[in-house]
């Protein structure tokens, strides 16, 4: 069982930054596929980005944040990072981090293939 926490939202400006953060549990972390999602009101969640585990530490991005959004892992806290640079009206979003193990490379951006979820947390970007 993995539970995961986010947190970092808040409000910001256009052109602004933040940083999430995603917390777990569990000793096994480092095997995990860590991904990030996010769903704005009145639309379908969306595969933000995602990390490989078991030691291959990919990194795979939506084209939307490519180039803006970079996700950074330490196992030894269980914590998986989303740093956001040039922020825009479009980011705004609640924004979930998601944990499965064993995700095939054509599955990462599927939200299905993975187990775990956090609570979310809102990003709203707006002057």
């Known amino acids: 069982q993995v539970q995961l926490i986010e947190s970092g939202g808040g409000l910001v400006q256009p052109g602004g930054s933040l940083k999430l953060s995603c917390v777990a549990s569990g000793r096994t972390f480092s095997r995990y596929t860590v991904g990030w999602f996010r769903q704005a009101p009145g639309k379908e969640r969306e595969f933000v980005g995602a990390?490989?585990?078991?030691?291959?530490?990919?990194?795979h991005y939506a084209d939307s944040v490519k180039g803006r959004f970079t996700i950074s892992r330490d196992n030894a806290k269980n914590t998986v990072a989303l740093q956001m640079n040039r922020l825009n009206p479009e980011d705004t979003a609640l924004y979930y981090c998601?944990?499965?193990?064993?995700?095939?490379?054509?599955?990462?951006?599927?939200?299905?293939?993975?187990?775990?979820w956090g609570q979310g947390t809102q990003v709203t970007v707006s002057s």
């Open positions: 998601a944990a499965g193990q064993s995700i095939i490379l054509s599955m990462i951006r599927t939200e299905t293939a993975y187990t775990y």
């Open positions: 990390v490989r585990g078991l030691g291959g530490n990919t990194y």
